[in-house]
Nanobody
């Protein structure tokens, strides 16, 4: 499966932004998926994960109640709705697909998109 993230940009603190990850190839519905981000000088970290059918989700404390992940299997698109953004959310955001269940580990994801930059100014 090939992945491409869209929707990044520059916003102000407190604003909302929705990222989309469009998949091409086969069997999108059979992949568990995740959103990761990498801020300048920091390691890549998970910000949301979802099981292949969408029944299970995970969020770290840093984004819980602000970010929502949603997987539309018919449209073959993964979304990340980000609300109440702050400067600490500035990063390149990546979508990823794998078949290891609801995982926070980068090594469990086999396919990665090229990333989309989100910049939040305070």
């Amino acid at each position: 499966v090939q992945l491409q993230a869209f929707g990044g940009g520059s916003v102000r603190a407190g604003d909302s932004l929705r990222l989309s990850c469009v998949a091409s190839g086969n069997a999108f519905s059979t992949y568990d998926m995740g959103w990761f981000r990498q801020a300048p000088g920091k390691a890549r970290e998970v910000v949301a994960a979802i099981t292949r059918a969408g029944g299970g989700t995970y969020y770290p404390h840093s984004v819980k109640d602000r970010f929502t992940i949603f997987k539309h299997n018919t449209k073959e698109v993964l979304y990340l709705q980000m609300n109440r953004l702050n400067a600490e959310d500035t990063a390149i955001y990546y979508c990823a697909a794998g078949r290891q269940g609801l995982s926070t580990e980068m090594s469990d994801y086999d396919y990665w998109g090229p990333g989309s930059l989100v910049t939040v100014s305070s």
